[in-house]
């Protein structure tokens, strides 16, 4: 079955303790990004990969990096979390870019840091 | 001003109503535009592209208004399945890349 995994789906954590949000794709697709969801402000991007070793920042990447060794694998990772990046995360794919492509999005990660 | 606005709602409709949700954008490079749905803080699936000459899909129509800068969805003869949130989303694209930017959504309930 196509799809985008991730994981951990719930996570309670708390301040400055790292943490990692791991994305899969089964599907191919050069392109992926995350993003995060609040209440009032929609879903931003945080950094998308165009391809492997290709990343790039969208309208928050602060307090976030991100790796593409593997065209299947985008994790999130969380160097020092702050109660402010208490949000929901959505990992995304396509198979070229974001212009016209079909955007696939992971079931989501819940995460609070306290 | 956001870039992407949508009027949050909620829209409570009856069963059977037409329901007509707007969105508008700031950004006149904006090429492409979707509509996805969002059930519940679950992930947003796409429902529908938007295309100038303006297109439908069953009981959902889409249309564009690039003079005006806005895009609007149509739904004709709601069901209760319906209820979701419906999220507008314009590309703005540079060399392949494209950048999604999300309107914040409109809410819809469906009464029976």
């Known amino acids: 079955e196509a799809q985008v995994t991730q994981n951990p789906r719930y996570l309670i954590t708390v301040t400055g303790k790292k943490l990692t949000v791991t994305c899969s794709q089964n599907m191919n697709h050069e392109y992926m990004s995350w993003y995060r969801q609040d209440p009032g402000l929609g879903l931003r991007q945080i950094y998308y990969s165009m391809n492997v070793e290709v990343t790039d920042k969208g309208d928050v990447p602060e307090g976030y990096k991100v790796s593409r060794k593997e065209k299947r694998n985008f994790p999130l990772i969380l160097e020092s979390p702050s109660p402010n990046q208490t949000s929901l995360y959505f990992c995304?794919?396509?198979?070229?870019?974001?212009?016209?492509?079909?955007?696939?999005f992971g079931p989501g990660t819940r995460l609070t840091v306290l | 001003r956001k870039e992407v606005e949508q009027d949050p709602g909620p829209f409570n409709v009856p069963e059977g109503a037409t329901v007509a949700f707007n969105c508008t954008y700031s950004?006149?490079?904006?090429?492409?535009f979707f509509w996805y749905r969002q059930d519940c803080r679950k992930e947003p699936k796409l429902l529908m592209s938007?295309?100038?000459s303006g297109n439908e899909d069953g009981r959902f129509t889409a249309q564009l208004n690039r003079a005006s800068q806005y895009i609007s969805l149509l739904i004709r003869d709601s069901k209760l399945s319906d209820s979701a949130t419906y999220l507008c989303v314009v590309t703005i694209v540079s060399s392949n890349t494209g950048k999604l930017i999300f309107g914040q959504g409109t809410t819809l309930q469906v009464k029976p």
């Open positions: 995304a794919s396509s198979l070229r870019g974001a212009s016209t492509d079909t955007q696939y």
């Open positions: 938007v295309y100038s």
């Open positions: 950004n006149s490079a904006s090429q492409s």
